[in-house]
Structures are given as C-alpha cells and as structure tokens.
Nanobody
Framework: QVQLVESGGGLVQPGGSLRLSCDAS????????VGWFRQAPGKDRVGVSC????????YYADSVKGRFTISRDNPANVVFLQMNSLRPEDTAVYYC??????????????????????WGQGTQVTVSS
C-alpha cells in the first residue's frame, strides 16, 4: 500500500527545535512535489512549506519564514522539515503530502490549489513550557 509516513514530532519547549521526516514507501518520492501542512485544533489545515521535485524551489508560509527549512534527500527518498525557534502557536498535527506532475509551482501546492495524490497520517508537534 502506498504510504507517506511522518516522524519526528513531539513535545518541545518554546524556542526549541524539531526535525520532521516524511518517508515514502512503494513509490519514488523524487517524482513528486512534497509539502508540509499543519492543522491545529479547531482550525483548517494550512500549508507550511513545500518543495519542488529537484529541491530547487521552495515555499514558506509567512508565519514560519526564517524559522523553518524544508529539504529533501532524493536518493534516500525522504523530505525533511527543520523547525527552529518554535512557538506555542506552532502546535498542530503536521502532515506531509505529495503531488505528481511536472509543475514546479510549489506555491499552488501549499495553497492547496492542487489536490495531493498522497497524504501521511500526521505527527503531533506540541510547543509548551
């Protein structure tokens, strides 16, 4: 069964860091744009950061610019989200998603203008003292 699996979430104090990983089974992730999304309790899911197939184009939501970094290791079939200077408002379930196709438009992926082909089950990130 095709799957995206997120890992690396947890409880961290404000100002701390976490690195999330998105691994793919049964398909080659480097054929897809990949994005990280989050959903806080009672709120809609929003795009956090997205990356093109080759990693040469990235998009960040304004709320995470300068604090989060998305990257990918195509030979290892994994995409990362490095999260630094975490704030309580970053608390959410974080999901990764993959979109097929030749487009390099990562903004449309994070804006959820295009429909993702695959979603992971999510990993909880809690920022609290």
């Amino acid at each position: 069964q095709v799957q995206l699996v997120e890992s690396g979430g947890g409880l961290v104090q404000p100002g701390g860091s976490l690195r999330l990983s998105c691994d793919a089974s049964e398909f080659t992730l480097n054929n897809y744009r990949v994005g990280w999304f989050r959903q806080a309790p009672g709120k809609d899911r929003v795009g956090v950061s997205c990356i093109s197939r080759l990693g040469d184009s990235t998009y960040y939501a304004d709320s995470v610019k300068g604090r989060f970094t998305i990257s990918r290791d195509n030979p290892a079939n994994v995409v990362f989200l490095q999260m630094n200077s975490l704030r309580p408002e970053d608390t959410a379930v974080y999901y990764c998603a993959a979109v097929s196709g030749a487009s390099t438009n990562v903004a449309e992926m994070c804006d959820q203008t295009v429909v993702a082909d695959y979603w992971g089950q999510g990993t909880q990130v809690t920022v609290s003292s």
